[in-house]
């Protein structure tokens, strides 16, 4: 069975230009989760999605957003990248929608880097 | 306020030794549940276990053994006769309500032949 797929696997932008990543879950699980792990700055929680739906937000401005696909595939959007955006962003995906079923596995990454 | 705290930044030892990772963590919450992850070079992060706040048993996974004292709210990650295969990073989690992983920093273990 496939794992958490991540694409791509590195990505090179300039600054004030927009960034797309893209995760794909495992089968069967509806909810994806983004975290951002900078150097420096640990591993940060930015958003999770589940049947579609943004259902929480971690401390981020508003040019990194997101969306859900109806196969629970998942894309991050970062518009207008600044320097420190350079980070490995990480995707996570779970099956169960309660706490006690909650288990993340993760992808690779994609590591973006902002020139 | 939620916080996890892995003060150990990097430990280094010799293959076979026995080593213990410590995570301390703080929480408001009554039930909550502490994960143990694993980073090695690649990158991905490796699910390795979840303990749920009312279940103090010990666990033990082969060479891995975890440590659940409510008491001192730690949760103790220990590896018995390391290999250098170990050698990578690891990371404590706390699951908040909001289902978002609240991460420590990290302890980069590394495994000398």
């Known amino acids: 069975e496939a794992g958490v797929t991540q694409s791509p696997t590195h990505l090179i932008k300039t600054r004030g230009q927009q960034a797309t990543l893209r995760c794909s879950p495992i089968s069967g699980h509806t909810s994806v989760y983004w975290y951002q792990q900078a150097l420096g700055l640990g591993l940060q929680f930015l958003l999770w999605?589940?049947?579609?739906?943004?259902?929480n937000r971690g401390n981020f401005p508003p040019r990194f957003s997101g969306r859900q696909f109806p196969n629970y595939s998942s894309e991050l959007n970062v518009n207008a990248l600044e320097l420190e955006d350079s980070a490995l962003y990480l995707c996570?995906?779970?099956?169960?929608?309660?706490?006690?079923?909650?288990?993340?596995?993760f992808g690779a990454g994609t590591r973006l880097s902002v020139l | 306020a939620q916080k996890v705290t892995q003060a150990q930044t990097e430990i280094s030892v010799v293959e076979k030794e026995d080593v213990t990772l410590d995570c301390v963590y703080e929480?408001?919450?009554?039930?909550?549940?502490l994960f143990w992850y694993k980073q090695p070079p690649s990158g991905e992060l490796v699910f390795l276990i979840r303990r749920n706040s009312f279940d103090e048993q010990n666990e033990i996974s082969g060479r891995y053994s975890w440590n659940f004292q409510k008491s001192t709210s730690s949760f103790n990650f220990t590896i018995t006769a390391s290999q250098v295969v170990d050698s990578a990073v690891y990371f404590c989690a706390l699951l908040d309500s909001n289902y978002q992983l609240i991460w420590g920093a990290g302890t980069k273990l590394i495994i000398k032949p």
């Open positions: 929480t408001r919450d009554t039930t909550y549940y």
């Open positions: 999605y589940d049947e579609g739906e943004e259902r």
């Open positions: 996570a995906s779970s099956t169960g929608q309660t706490l006690a079923k909650n288990i993340q596995y």
